[in-house]
Antibody
Framework: EAHLLESGGGLVQPGGSLRLSCAASGFIFSDYAMTWVRQAPGKGLEWVSTISGSGTNYADSVKGRFSISRDNSRDTVDLQMNSLRAEDTGIYYC?????????WGPGALVTVSS | DIVMTQTPPSLSVTPGQPASISCKSSQSLLHSDGKTYFYWFLQKPGQPPQLLIYEVSNRFSGVPDRFSGSGSGTDFTLKISRVEAEDVGVYYCLQSTQFPRTFGQGTRVAIK
C-alpha cells in the first residue's frame, strides 16, 4: 500500500517562501503522477498542482508563485511556495495520482501570518 | 473551469437508514478517451480525505459495499444503503476530466 508523508510546513510571514516535501513509499514512484491539494482552515478541498509525464499544471491562484518538482531517485515530490499570502494558509496534502487521487498523506500545516 | 455543485450541504441520518448525495458538474465529465473521471471522497474528522468511489461507480479497495456511485455526463449520485456511525464526516466529489481539477463544496453527514 502506498504511503506518503509531508514535511516542511510551518509559520511564514506574508511575502516569504516555504518548501514542502513529500516522501513516498510502497509503490513504484516513477510510474505515477503526483498532486498537491490544500485545505484552508474550516474550508473545502482545493487542487493546487500536479506533475506527470506530460508536465506540470497549476491552479490559477498559485501560478507563477508555486513550483512543483520531483526526484525519482529519492521518491520525493516537492512544492516550492514563494510570495506567500495569508490566503495560502492551510493544510497541504501530497496525493498520489493524475486522475484517480487514491492515496493521501496526513498533510502539512502552512500558516502565513505576520 | 468546471464547477462542481453538491447537494445537500448537510445531512443528518438515523443509523441504518439510507442517504444520498448529489453532485452536478457545469459541463460533461466524459473524457475524449471514453472514461468519466469522477470521484467521491470522505473526509472523517481530523483525517485526510479517503477515496471511496472512482470513475463514477467503482468502489476503491476496502470500501464497504453499502457505498455505491452512479451517474453520467453531468449528474452523479453517491448512495449509502445503511448509514453507520463511522460514516460521519464531509463527502466531496471531484472531477479529473480536465485541469484545473475541481472539488464540490462538500456535504457534511452527521448521525441523528
Amino acid at each position: 500500500e502506498a504511503h506518503l508523508l509531508e514535511s516542511g510546513g510551518g509559520l511564514v510571514q506574508p511575502g516569504g517562501s516555504l518548501r514542502l516535501s513529500c516522501a513516498a513509499s510502497g509503490f513504484i514512484f516513477s510510474d505515477y503522477a503526483m498532486t498537491w491539494v490544500r485545505q484552508a482552515p474550516g474550508k473545502g478541498l482545493e487542487w493546487v498542482s500536479t506533475i506527470s509525464g506530460s508536465g506540470t499544471n497549476y491552479a490559477d491562484s498559485v501560478k507563477g508563485r508555486f513550483s512543483i518538482s520531483r526526484d525519482n531517485s529519492r521518491d520525493t515530490v516537492d512544492l516550492q511556495m514563494n510570495s506567500l499570502r495569508a490566503e495560502d494558509t492551510g493544510i497541504y496534502y501530497c496525493v498520489k495520482g493524475l486522475y484517480r487521487l487514491d492515496y493521501w498523506g496526513p498533510g502539512a500545516l502552512v500558516t502565513v501570518s505576520s | 473551469d468546471i464547477v462542481m455543485t453538491q447537494t445537500p450541504p448537510s445531512l443528518s441520518v438515523t443509523p441504518g437508514q439510507p442517504a444520498s448525495i448529489s453532485c452536478k458538474s457545469s459541463q460533461s465529465l466524459l473524457h475524449s478517451d471514453g472514461k468519466t473521471y469522477f470521484y467521491w471522497f470522505l473526509q472523517k474528522p481530523g483525517q485526510p480525505p479517503q477515496l471511496l468511489i472512482y470513475e463514477v461507480s467503482n468502489r476503491f479497495s476496502g470500501v464497504p459495499d453499502r457505498f455505491s456511485g452512479s451517474g453520467s455526463g453531468t449528474d452523479f449520485t453517491l448512495k449509502i444503503s445503511r448509514v453507520e456511525a463511522e460514516d460521519v464526516g464531509v463527502y466531496y466529489c471531484l472531477q479529473s476530466t480536465q485541469f484545473p481539477r475541481t472539488f464540490g463544496q462538500g456535504t457534511r453527514v452527521a448521525i441523528k
